[in-house]
């Protein structure tokens, strides 16, 4: 069928061109080259007025970075990197962070607001409500300049996180599928927040979180754990080593878990070998009811005789089954069957064996679509506080950490950023993570102090919960021991007489945020004249656990102090960070 409107473009463009013969004169082409670029600009996707903030208009003149707030670092476990808190707006922070961990974040999860009618959200320092006709295209240009750097800060397997409500959840979907590709969309989790909100004669209990992975070539699987897994292991476990009869196994479990009957008690209570490792049999025949396969024979290992071959034949190969088979170390179980290796045996030899899973091994479960999570947010808060809550609707750090959990399970080392703060349920989400599971995760959050929220409220939460005093003194917990560093953004003019030294002198910053460090002068040391090289070089036996060398371009090393300082890691700045700006100053070629 005829595309219509390519075809009305088309007519139109034509017309453009006989006008250009008509008007050669340099305003007029300029204009007819305008209309035209804007007929031949992408037809489908988000639309939208686009609009400049003030945080943009702020960079025209002024080159961002950042001051560390040298009273607010708190350092519990000197041996350990730090995380930070950046306070300011996210759109600057975001711009230095691209300079330190471009392609470095493993995992992003942000709250932004949700522009309701009712709330709406501040952009430009003005509120934008119900009653702004352009709300929904200042809300897009808010968060798509935002999204753009995030994509960047963003590993190769690296995943995002959103949450979200009605409100602009249609736009956002779009934003993301044109700035992550629609191949990398994930899913649209549902987050069951148990608690009703009746707006419209409908109790709402769900928000969304789009997530969208940064490269769909990488393979993923966010896993979660199988809720119940531990109890079911130590309850079969004590019925094993306490002669529990199968009945008073499964009214135990009963009782556990409050239903009414739990097939699975005879199966649990029976496959636990002699170490008490529970496991699972899985028949293993050919796959797709092929009934056409490999007859080899498997013998019995008590009998020696051949056992039963199904008529749907194996599902392993012969060299995969005695891979995976050990004869030579049988266990004879309660029930007279027989583990040898990964394969179990029925007493009988006329039964089928089955290949073995351990529960330990298959304790975790794709993450669902639906998480359901009670909306303790607020109370958590309370709790921190000792009063109430100072932020309204926090998300809970159980939505937070499971989230997390899924994709870093196994990466435990990953850098977590959170770019929308607000009361930091993130940062509380990665320590107690740690704490859980004894990971190194390390967390960047990003916040403006609008009405002293990042003063009073999310980085007195992080000093709190890692060192479990509360602001008066009072005890709230016994502390997650943690380093954390507080920078705040400034400007520096660009039309600055000397530009590369006024930045050059917040390079520090830019160090210990790209490497999680303290420039401490002792095991980090940062050299900024000629002299300071010299006096390292003079003392350099003092320095017997340096681990770093960070250099100005300005200072030229001797080969003696290469040589000497070479045993460490040499770092030179601040090309790494300010190099663009320096050369469209004009001041680096």
Known sequence: MANLSKIHRDKMIQFLETLKEQHRDDESLIAINQIEKELVSKRYGLVWEEHEENVDVMMRDNIPVFVEVAEREIAEVPEENYNFLLEGDNLHSLHLLEKTHKGKVDVIYIDPPYNTLKDGFTYSDQLVDGNDSFRHSKWVSFMYERLQLAR???????????????????????????????????????????????????????????????????????????????????????????????????????????????????????????????????????????????????????????????????????????????????????????????????????MQPSSINYLEDVDRMLLRSIISLKSDGGMVLENIFDRKSLFAYPKPTTLISALIDAYTYQKKESVILDFFAGSGTTAQAVLELNKQDGGNRKFILCTNNENNICEDVTYQRIKTVITGK???????????????????????????????????????????????????????????????????????????????????????????????????????????????????????W
């Not at 010299?534 to 320095?543: A, I, K, S, V």
């Open 152 to 350: 960047k800060l963003l590993a190769d397997e690296g995943i995002i996180f959103i949450s979200i409500d009605e409100s602009e959840y249609a736009q956002l979907k779009l934003i993301c599928d044109e700035i992550f590709g629609e191949q990398c969309f994930v899913e649209n989790i549902v987050w069951n927040k148990r608690v009703p909100k009746n707006d419209k004669g409908i109790g709402n209990i769900h928000e969304y979180i789009l997530t969208y992975v940064n490269d769909y070539n990488y393979k993923y699987k966010l896993m979660s754990p199988k809720d119940g897994i531990d109890d079911i292991k130590q309850l079969m476990i004590h019925a094993k080593e306490n002669n529990f009869t199968i009945v008073e196994a499964e009214q135990a479990l009963r009782k556990l878990y409050k239903v009414k009957d739990y097939p699975r008690a005879i199966t649990l209570y029976n496959n636990i070998d002699n170490n008490y490792r529970i496991f699972g049999k899985i028949n293993m025949s050919w796959p797709n009811g092929n009934t056409f396969g490999p007859r080899y024979d498997v013998l019995h290992p008590i009998t020696g005789k051949p056992v039963k071959v199904p008529d749907r034949g194996w599902r392993w190969s012969e060299s995969t089954f005695y891979d995976e088979v050990d004869y030579n170390a049988p266990q004879i179980l309660s029930d007279g069957s027989i583990i040898c290796g990964k394969i179990w045996f029925s007493q009988k030899d006329d």
């Open 470 to 588: 509360r602001k008066d003194g009072t005890e709230y917990s016994e502390g997650i021991p943690a380093n954390l560093k507080y920078y705040r953004t400034d400007f520096v003019s660009k039309e600055e007489e000397f530009l590369a030294d006024a930045l050059l002198g917040h390079t520090a910053e830019m160090i210990q945020l790209e490497h999680g460090i303290k420039i401490d002068n002792r095991q980090y040391v940062i050299l900024m004249s000629d002299e300071e090289a010299d006096e390292l070089e003079n003392h350099w036996d003092e320095y017997s656990d340096i681990k770093a060398i960070y250099v100005s371009q300005n200072v030229l090393l001797t080969a003696t102090q290469e040589t000497l300082f070479g045993a460490v890691d040499i770092h030179t700045i601040p090309d790494c960070y300010f190099n663009s700006e320096l050369r469209e100053a004009g001041e680096l």
